[in-house]
């Protein structure tokens, strides 16, 4: 009875503190009861837990997740409920925050207009690469990776969103004279939401207006420029299209490629206390063809002077990367950090690039225009040096970061990405995708199977990608069947899909010569948000 009485009236004596001290207060004195550190505070996402390991048991050692104010807040507010006492406090927090293993670091690294055999590990043999090779031997390279579209904006939208693009009406580039659909969760929204220091550094392509820009979905600091492409050596060329920090315009003076990679480590010394996602875009190998002499030299084996200067930005582009690479190591963030690698779309056909085995290039529904170089890397926790075979596309990108970073997907519209998690670890061992499209309202695929369906500018042909890599022969007769059902199974999917948004009737400046306005769906938009 005794016992029950002591209960009752430590509860309520806890709760009325709970309930009477506001949260800041509360906060405050329980930290200095605790002996941590004096009202010296933080922004809400600052860790706290962070703060106690650091101020309690002295640096190192020391392996918890990041709390959030809110959450020590919800610790201590549960504590209270439940009958604790102040002086159990600080053993509660660090048994909760110490729970789980720490959150990963998330990189999204982009290349643009990189054919799918330009890098060594995915066979070059004129251009060295062994900054991005490195990705390969200590992550888990795709043999079948894609993006959502064989140009670059869409691709973006896709990565950006975890979804078809053509759920949101987003079929070509001119939909980026607009803007990625204000309707739209990024990327950077949910991780943002699950706590982390959000940063973009590089091109952009999702919308050139204020209302689009980088600082209004979901990133906290940006370094790059809004449109497709943009001069690597004089930024009074691209006055129109200036190179920004946050809002403002900046007059650059290094080569764009290494001004990226000196920003993109400054991102990364800048927030190694905290955990951060960083989108890191480079616009190489995209025109215009630039590259220093520095980078040009030692390529006298190659006699097409063009693949010169391609083999000079793809260096550049390399030797960036590994410096990123280096930064990550020395700050001994490497290990628990999740990095994605994927170049938005197959190689271009006016930059020299190489597609190797790949039919076409950029721009088309063949293999050349949409399979890409595309790798994971999360040393702490997937084995290094794998080659994935199963068919994996760059939406996949936000449910597996989601996942790693335990933040919340949207809930109130289709994800089409997958965790691929359990898929990289041997945990599941089926395709993570049964089918996947691809539509730019004027041509389209099907991948099912090892059967690819094509429809190419009015051409259709089915294709046997275990034995035909190049898309060479056409079996659409031979297996009629087939052919029938992967027609039915695209009509199907695309009935489904809205039509593509309305933009202005204006010279497209984004690169697109294909793209055409058609009438906005919006009732359809709307039916298919989920
Ligand atoms: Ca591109």
Redesign the pocket.
């Known amino acids: 009875m005794l016992y029950l009485i002591i209960t009752v009236a430590v509860f309520s004596c806890n709760l009325l503190i709970h309930l009477a001290i506001p949260g800041e207060i509360w906060y405050s004195t329980a930290v200095k009861r605790l002996g941590g550190p004096a009202m010296a505070r933080p922004s809400a996402e600052t860790s706290v837990a962070e703060d106690f390991n650091r101020e309690l048991l002295g640096k190192g050692g020391w392996n918890m997740e990041k709390q959030t104010r809110r959450q020590f807040l919800k610790t201590v507010g549960l504590a209270a409920a439940s009958g604790w006492t102040l002086s159990t406090l600080p053993t509660l927090a660090i048994e909760q925050a110490g729970r789980g293993k720490k959150r990963p670091n998330i990189i999204v690294l982009v290349t643009?207009?990189m054919g799918y055999a330009d890098t060594g590990c995915y066979g070059a043999k004129d251009i060295l690469t062994p900054n991005i090779d490195s990705i390969a031997q200590k992550g888990i390279r795709f043999t079948n990776g894609y993006v959502s579209c064989p140009?670059?904006s869409p691709?973006r939208a896709g990565l950006a969103t975890g979804r078809y693009q053509q759920r949101f009406g987003y079929y070509g580039n001119a939909q980026s004279r607009v803007g990625l659909p204000l309707t739209e969760v990024t990327i950077a929204d949910v991780l943002k939401s699950g706590g982390y220091v959000t940063g973009a550094v590089g091109k952009w392509h999702l919308g050139l207006s204020p209302q689009y820009h980088p600082f209004k979905r979901g990133y906290d600091e940006f370094f790059g420029f809004l449109a497709a492409s943009h001069s690597y050596i004089d930024p009074q060329l691209d006055t129109a299209n200036p190179i920004m920090r946050g809002t403002e315009p900046v007059n650059e003076k290094e080569y764009l490629t290494d001004a990226f990679t000196r920003e993109a480590i400054a991102f990364v010394e800048r927030h190694r206390r905290e955990t951060f996602f960083l989108y890191l875009a480079y616009n190489a190998v995209?025109a215009p063809m630039q590259a220093p002499q520095r980078y040009r030299d030692g390529f006298q084996h190659i006699s097409d002077a063009s693949r010169r200067v391609h083999a000079g930005m793809l260096t550049a582009l390399d030797e960036g990367i590994g410096k990123f690479l280096a930064k990550l190591r020395e700050l001994a963030l490497e290990d628990n950090t999740l990095l994605f690698y994927v170049?938005?779309?197959g190689g271009?056909p006016g930059n020299s690039s190489s597609n190797g085995p790949l039919r076409a290039t950029?721009g088309t529904m063949y293999e050349g225009g949409i399979r890409v170089p595309f790798m994971i890397q999360w040393p702490s926790r997937l084995k290094g040096g794998q080659v994935y075979k199963q068919p994996v596309i760059v939406f996949d990108i936000l449910p597996t970061a989601a996942a790693a970073a335990g933040a919340e997907l949207p809930k109130d519209r289709k994800i089409d990405g997958i965790d691929l998690l359990p898929y990289l670890a041997g945990k599941k061992k089926t395709p993570p995708h049964d089918v996947l499209f691809w539509n730019t309202g004027e041509n389209h695929a099907v991948r099912q199977g090892n059967w690819k369906l094509v429809s190419m500018g009015g051409e259709v042909g089915l294709f046997d990608l275990s034995t035909d890599i190049g898309e060479s022969r056409d079996l659409k007769t031979e297996k009629a069947d087939v052919f029938k059902e992967m027609q039915d199974v695209f009509k199907d999917w695309s009935s489904q899909m809205p039509e593509p948004l309305a933009v202005p009737r204006q010279r497209d400046t984004t690169g697109s010569k294909k793209a055409r306005p058609k009438k906005a769906g919006k009732d359809r938009l709307k039916e298919n948000r989920k």
């Open positions: 643009d207009d140009v670059c691709t995209h170049n938005d779309n271009a950029k």
